[in-house]
């Protein structure tokens, strides 16, 4: 926040500094002309001669944009994969993550339609598996687009009954541009209408080839519902992350992506977040998005209380400051201050590219935004 002597303001607006001087006693503030005015007067100066001011505040970089994974070889070990569950609108996404989970979803969410996307962890056989539901209403473009993001594989699931639809393409789209592999499950094949030949072949034409077929797409065709062929599907998760190795360091300052946030009556802003790479405890400070905080309590997507949280783990976190958003990137710090500072800038930066491209406001364009 800058300052300016009455004089240079004078200057700068190429006036009499004795009329500046008048301005300003008339608005209340008694000024020589060696004396130095805040901000806000000099808005208010400038704005009596209907001049635009230019607000520039300077912006260290950014501590989220230059962070680089910079770890060595034999830090990185195995972590569970992340898989996106992806597809058309009822097409049975979230009653397939719930039979995997063997727990009732479904029948909790409003109209049954997904409105965020809720992560959970599974373990099959001692390997773990985390899974992030998508909702595939149209509305829902942008969570899908972060989903994908983050994620290691997707699951496009198509219903054998309905086909190809508009978010069928829409994800495979997503999956594309992130460059993650794909599993495509043909669900409700248990529908005497179902036809997996059908979808198999549609789905050629996007380049999904099975590779009975001689592409190189596993499909596998399940019924969500009926649980046919469950085992089938994870056991295809399951090669595809050993094929890829998915990798993290875990002993490090934690790193990830806020999955979901909001305010809730007791406890405050929660966060939903996936951590992605270190480990992240309790009593840590961190930046989500503008918003910091100290990891006050972590819960898991059963509900229990964790001391810790590794790569690939989704939980609940308690302790921020103020909502962070869907999408937002979390990093842990090493001290409260510097997550504090760090959070500020953010928000000064976010505010700045609200105001618009670039920075020349008026004054009442300020008066707004203040
Ligand atoms: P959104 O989250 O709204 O995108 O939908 P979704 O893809 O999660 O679909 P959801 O799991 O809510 O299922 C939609 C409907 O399809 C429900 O009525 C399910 O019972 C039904 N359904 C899901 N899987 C199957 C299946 O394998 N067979 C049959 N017959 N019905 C299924
Ligand atoms: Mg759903």
């Known amino acids: 926040r800058g300052t300016l002597t009455v004089g240079d303001l004078a200057k700068l607006l190429h006036k009499d500094a004795s009329e500046v001087i008048k301005k300003l006693l008339f608005l209340g503030v008694m000024a020589t002309i060696n004396q130095e005015i805040d901000m806000d007067a000099i808005m208010l100066i400038a704005g009596e001669y209907?001049?635009?001011?230019?607000?520039?505040?300077p912006v260290e970089e950014d501590a989220f944009e230059t962070f680089e994974e910079t770890d060595e070889a034999e830090d990185l070990m195995v972590r569970p994969p992340v898989v996106t569950i992806m597809g058309h609108v009822d097409h049975g996404k979230t009653t397939l993550l719930d039979a995997i989970r063997k727990t009732n979803v479904t029948g909790g969410e409003a109209g049954g339609i997904t409105q965020h996307i809720g992560a959970y962890q599974v373990e099959i056989n001692g390997k773990k598996i985390t899974f992030l539901d998508t909702p595939g209403h149209e509305a829902f473009t942008m969570m899908r687009a972060r989903g994908a993001q983050v994620t290691d594989i997707t699951i496009i699931v198509v219903a054998a009954d309905d086909g190809i639809m508009p978010q069928t393409v829409e994800a495979i789209n997503h999956a594309k541009a992130a460059g993650v592999p794909i599993i495509v499950a043909v669900n409700k094949i248990d529908k005497p209408e179902a036809n997996a030949d059908k979808i198999k072949q549609e789905m050629t034409e996007y380049e999904l080839v099975p590779e009975e077929w001689g592409g190189d797409t596993i499909f596998v065709e399940v019924s969500a519902k009926q649980r046919i062929n469950l085992e089938g599907l994870l056991e295809m998760i399951l090669l595809v992350a050993e094929v890829n190795e998915f990798k993290a360091n875990p002993n490090k300052r934690a790193r990830g992506t806020v999955i979901e946030a909001e305010l809730d009556k007791g406890k405050g802003p929660v966060a939903r977040i996936l951590?992605?790479?270190g480990t992240l405890k309790i009593g840590d400070a961190f930046v989500a998005g503008n918003c910091f905080g100290r990891v006050r309590a972590m819960v898991n997507d059963r509900g229990r209380r964790l001391k810790e949280a590794g790569p690939s783990t989704p939980i609940e976190i308690t302790g921020l400051t103020e909502v962070p958003q869907a999408g937002d990137p979390f990093l842990v710090f090493e001290d409260e201050r510097k997550a504090r500072?760090?959070?500020?800038?953010?928000?000064?930066?976010q505010r700045q590219s609200d105001m618009g491209a670039n920075t020349r406001v008026t004054l009442d364009d300020l008066f707004n935004h203040i």
Do not use: L, T
Request: aromatic content about 0%.
């Open 341 to 349: 500072a760090i959070a500020e800038r953010r928000a000064i930066k």
């Open 275 to 277: 951590v992605q790479h």
């Open 50 to 57: 209907g001049v635009e001011v230019e607000v520039k505040i």
